[in-house]
């Protein structure tokens, strides 16, 4: 702890593993090469699970959060962590990190834990293990730029490799407790809805490159120029993230001329609600527009869309007009906004736009998919889940039949 205290508010300087840390992991996840990268791997490995024509075969019946945790917990550990990541090493760690996760407000009561919260106990004591082994042994050396780095860090600070690989268990969460939530949520939100999946196949086209049998999507266009698919995603999040951000005060701080914020106390700034706020998203603040986040160009005059149709160029925004920078909390805010973002929205969108074009989501009886409830009686330590999964029948559309299909950036 003394190491994680010295100069963590940077008092005097940049000095100090927290400072370095967050410099690092901002530079490295920000857009640049060593993002790409990243990216790449992972979007290639997308690729080689659900390209191949035999994926699912004829068809699969799964819930469909459970079909996206078993691809986004195995490839986003083999982007980040490499090769050689405790999950490819032990497999059986995939299902304990889930446990864990769903166990993690008990464990964070901290209520003799090993009684009153054994599962998640066990199981996070299972993934400490598969990743202070992942140190010790120097597998991090195999794997992505940000992980090298971090280790690194960590130990020249005066780490342990125990400590450094107890570290990892939070990067791990924020690698894989966000990302399968949300693209359940945006799957389920397109596939619920008809008349949007048609529009998002058709304008998905856009980033495909089709040569013989194989059809390549381009995530950069995709993100560029696919505005309604990037705005679902921003609308998605917004509809979901319902953590908030936690601030301690440093000094006596009046907000507004009106709130006092006493040195020593604690701030938190509650997402869910503010997502929800009429006054500043509007009288639909409570409902699901994916277009909320496009803006229409026409004359040189920028009107924001409100429906399809719309004349005029689209492009997708960072916030709707009027909407304040700080009202958007999906990924936080200020200083620590979470630098992974950039890194999510393109696996997410990605992944998102493969399923769109190459298979159909149905209900296990082949109705539209039947969009579930938020899970709102937990204390969510990311965004909100399904209250329960959905069973549903995926398989490939007739049209991607014989087609081998890709993701590159």
Not at 95 to 105: A, H, K, P, Q, R
Not at 123 to 133: M, P, V
Not at 234 to 241: F, H, N, S, W
Not at 261 to 280: W, Y
Request: with cysteine.
């Amino acid at each position: 702890m003394h190491i994680l205290h010295d100069n963590a508010n940077r008092e005097n300087g940049d000095h100090g593993l927290m400072s370095e840390m967050h410099d690092m992991i901002s530079g490295v996840l920000g857009p640049g090469p060593i993002l790409s990268s990243i990216s790449s791997i992972q979007l290639e490995s997308f690729t080689n699970m659900l390209g191949q024509p035999e994926f699912l075969g004829d068809s699969a019946r799964t819930g469909l959060m459970e079909f996206v945790k078993n691809i986004f917990t195995t490839l986003n550990a083999l982007a980040i962590y490499g090769p050689e990541n405790p999950f490819a090493v032990h497999p059986d760690l995939v299902n304990d990190f889930w446990s864990y996760e769903n166990g993690m407000i008990p464990l964070l009561a901290d209520i003799c834990p090993a009684i009153t919260a054994r599962k998640p106990y066990i199981a996070r004591k299972k993934l400490l293990k598969g990743l202070q082994e992942f140190v010790e042994t120097e597998r991090y050396k195999k794997a992505s730029t940000l992980i090298q780095q971090r280790v690194s860090i960590n130990l020249k600070h005066g780490l342990t490799t125990k400590m450094a690989g107890n570290a990892e268990l939070i990067m791990l969460f924020g690698i894989v407790g966000n990302a399968v939530p949300t693209t359940f949520w945006l799957l389920a939100n397109i596939f619920s809805r008809p008349a949007l999946l048609a529009e998002l196949r058709q304008e998905a086209e856009k980033a495909v490159v089709r040569k013989a049998q194989e059809a390549i999507v381009s995530v950069n266009i995709l993100k560029t120029s696919c505005p309604l698919l990037v705005s679902t995603y921003r609308e998605t999040l917004r509809t979901i993230a319902n953590l908030s951000s936690v601030r301690y005060v440093l000094e006596d701080t009046l907000i507004a001329d009106k709130y006092l914020l006493k040195k020593n106390s604690i701030v938190q700034i509650a997402s869910g609600i503010i997502h929800v706020d009429e006054k500043v998203w509007g009288a639909d603040a409570a409902t699901f527009n994916p277009r909320r986040f496009i803006s229409t160009s026409s004359n040189n005059t920028e009107q924001f869309s409100t429906g399809s149709g719309a004349a005029g160029e689209q492009t997708a925004t960072q916030l709707p007009k009027n909407v304040p920078s700080a009202a958007y909390r999906a990924f936080g805010g200020g200083g620590v906004i979470c630098p992974g973002r950039h890194f999510a929205q393109s696996e997410i969108v990605g992944f998102t736009a493969l399923m769109l074009l190459a298979f159909d989501l149905t209900m296990e009886d082949g109705g539209v998919i039947e969009l579930p409830e938020k899970d709102d009686r937990r204390i969510p330590l990311s965004v909100m889940k399904p209250a329960k999964d959905v069973r549903v029948r995926i398989r490939r559309r007739e049209a991607s039949e014989w087609i081998r299909w890709g993701l590159e950036l």
